[in-house]
């Protein structure tokens, strides 16, 4: 098969599919960026994960065209990051791996890229108009939103009931999401909005994956450390992050650590778990029956409206994030608990605890809500006691991070915002 740089999948042609695009050039790039309104198959994403590529960026259309199967298989793909728009402004088809791109008709469809006659070009980087491609695909991706596991839910809910038919942008359980165009209207977006697609890209997108893939390379040794043999592994793997943060790096020299790709993150990150493994390592007992007490408290809207707040508070001190600010408050533990049920009354408290572990919304808008609104921000609870308070009492598998849990991932390579 050689090299193209027209295609229209013209049964004629030998090789003359659009999908021969991805077969010949996937082996030559280390990321690609997909911009397509309609989106049925994964088939791409597949041949470029195959050859190694390890960081794709998929951007599309939720619609009727577009598949919720092909689109959650794909999110669910390792190194894929996908978001979205809901607006028929949105028609850019063009894609780019490494030094070369393909623009024009053909959508990430069966159709499009094997069937549909279609007219796509190949340019590479000695193209002058190359250049403008990532920077285009950056702008698109910048005003797009984050396709997370509850807009996921609410597009395939309304793509069961309407998704053959419909031709709306307006999509029931979603914001609607543009482009900026010529229309002054689509360039219009509210401070708020602006800094929660920031706050759930950087979280969502950064933090949990970066996580996720420090666990994975954890539990793919098959090794516990011996003294957390009757503890949950997530207490184990909160401690690990931990433990490395506060023996490997500081706060001084922590950005002088390289950031790493993934083979050389992976062998660093085995390499510190082999000395954890043979590291005495004491259980703070208090610390895990606090967090046990708070689990109870947090297992149910009638459980936690039910807690003393004196109970609440001492639960609380189980997050390192919030005992942390220990090192800042004078007279301790007692004080620390007194400033907050001072600073915060009850019934507000409960509030905004109800809204974080038991509302409806996206939970990162409720993570999101609890650090930054008037509503229900609470004093002496920041951000980092927020992310890790939800790690211990959610349903949804989202881990517990606290800021040393995040000065670790970058201390691992990750980059991650400290």
């Known amino acids: 098969m050689t090299a193209r740089t027209l295609y229209t999948n013209s049964p004629r042609r030998k090789g003359d599919f659009a999908l021969n695009f991805f077969m010949l050039n996937a082996g030559r790039t280390p990321s690609a960026q997909l911009a397509c309104p309609f989106f049925t198959t994964n088939e791409p994403l597949e041949i470029l994960r195959k050859c190694g590529c390890r960081k794709m960026q ?80 950056d702008d698109l991706w910048d005003a797009a939103a984050v396709l997370t596991d509850a807009a996921m839910e609410a597009f395939a809910r309304w793509h069961k009931v309407k998704g053959g038919v419909a031709q709306s942008d307006v999509i029931d359980g979603l914001e609607p999401s543009s482009p900026v165009t010529v229309n002054v209207a689509t360039q219009t977006k509210t401070r708020e909005r602006t800094y929660l697609e920031t706050f759930r890209r950087d979280y969502y997108e950064t933090l949990l994956p970066a996580h996720a893939q420090a666990q994975a390379v954890y539990l793919a040794t098959g090794q516990r450390h011996a003294s957390f043999q009757d503890l949950p592994i997530e207490y184990e793997i909160d401690r690990f992050l931990n433990w490395a943060k506060l023996t490997f790096t500081t706060d001084e020299n922590l950005l002088s650590f390289p950031l790493l790709n993934g083979d050389a993150r992976n062998a660093h990150i085995a390499d510190r778990q082999q000395v954890w493994l043979n590291t005495r390592i004491e259980i703070d007992r208090e610390r895990t029956a606090r967090l046990q007490r708070l689990k109870a408290i947090f297992a149910s809207p009638q459980d936690l409206s039910s807690a003393e707040f004196s109970d609440l508070t001492d639960a609380l001190l189980g997050c390192a994030a919030f005992d942390e600010q220990l090192r800042f408050t004078k007279g301790g533990k007692p004080a620390l608990a007194k400033a907050f049920q001072q600073d915060n009354d009850m019934k507000r408290v409960q509030q905004t605890f109800e809204h974080l572990a038991f509302d409806r919304d996206d939970f990162v808008r409720r993570i999101y809500d609890c650090i930054f609104t008037s509503e229900y921000k609470l004093a002496h609870f920041g951000r980092t006691s927020v992310f890790e308070l939800y790690g211990w009492i959610n349903d949804d598998d989202v881990p517990p991070i606290n800021g040393r849990t995040i000065k670790a991932l970058r201390y691992f390579g990750f980059d991650v915002r400290v």
């Open 58 to 137: 998929l951007l599309v259309k939720l619609c009727g065209a577009t598949s919720p199967v092909a689109l959650a298989a794909a999110r669910n793909m390792t190194d894929v990051h996908v978001r979205y728009f809901t607006s028929d402004a949105f028609h850019a088809k063009f894609y780019i791996l490494g030094e070369t791109a393909m623009l024009g008709s053909a959508n990430l469809t069966d159709a499009g890229l094997k069937s549909n006659r279609e007219i796509a070009i190949v340019i590479d980087s000695s193209d002058d108009v190359f250049d403008e491609l990532p920077t285009l695909f």
